[in-house]
């Protein structure tokens, strides 16, 4: 079994969601009483952030391929992040990494192609859904990404900002969320909902919604990430 290396804190909440989740995933598998083992480096997601925010996206690149040379240092064999937005510079540090990095936003394209998605909404930060990284690898892929409009994308940032990155799960969000998707299938056609930020995996659990598709990126990446360890 191969040694995984997480860089979390990105935020907190999703990093014990994927630590659980893997967990569970591998003991579905794996039924000889044993657990995976895992390394996490846990960052300061106010300075991720804050260089995402500022544009400051070479230091991100290097701010990342610091940890993941502290995992691999650590002995991790394969590596990930642990949230969408730092994946901006997933190609830059991929190319330095010393070990290999397991990419959510190419493990969700694979996931979205073999359920035959053609047009996709994207979800997440509002550093994600104004970026074009997710555009970069789905599009060559047949798979249009169809993102919010401006007052939709405010609120999504802001509910992610304010509540979900601390914890917090509230009603009201989701059932403005899932109109937010409702919209966008009338407008644009959506058979999916890249749930592009893995703290919305924490309040947007279901499988679909009014028959559209949930790409949920956290239970796609850990698939991946177990995939990777036991082969």
């Given at each position: ?15 014990i ?47 990342l391929a ?12 394969v ?5 969408n ?5 997933f ?7 010393p ?5 959510i ?24 859904m ?5 555009q ?11 993102v ?13 900002m ?56 956290t ?12 082969g």
């Amino acid at each position: 079994m191969k040694l995984l290396g997480i860089i979390g804190g990105t935020g907190p909440e999703s990093t014990i969601e994927y630590y659980r989740a893997i967990i569970a995933l591998y003991r579905a598998r794996i039924s000889d009483g044993s657990y995976p083992r895992m390394i996490i480096s846990s960052v300061d997601v106010k300075s991720v952030l804050g260089l995402v925010g500022t544009n400051e996206l070479s230091r991100l690149a290097e701010v990342l391929a610091e940890e993941v040379n502290r995992l691999a240092r650590a002995g991790a064999e394969v590596a990930l992040f642990a949230a969408n937005t730092p994946h901006i510079v997933f190609d830059e540090v991929r190319r330095v990494s010393p070990i290999p990095l397991i990419s959510i936003i190419e493990e969700t394209r694979d996931a979205a192609l073999r359920q035959n998605i053609h047009t996709a909404a994207l979800l997440g930060t509002r550093f994600t859904m104004t970026g074009t990284f997710y555009q970069d690898v789905f599009t060559p892929a047949g798979i249009t990404i169809v993102v919010p409009n401006e007052d939709e994308q405010r609120f999504v940032h802001d509910k992610y900002m304010t509540e979900l990155i601390g914890g917090a799960t509230i009603a009201e969000t989701k059932a403005e969320i899932l109109r937010i998707i409702a919209r966008m299938r009338e407008r644009s056609g959506i058979e999916a909902v890249i749930v592009g930020g893995t703290e919305l995996s924490l309040i947007l659990r279901e499988d679909e919604y009014d028959g559209v598709v949930v790409l949920d990126t956290t239970r796609i990446h850990v698939e991946s990430a177990v995939n990777a360890m036991v082969g």
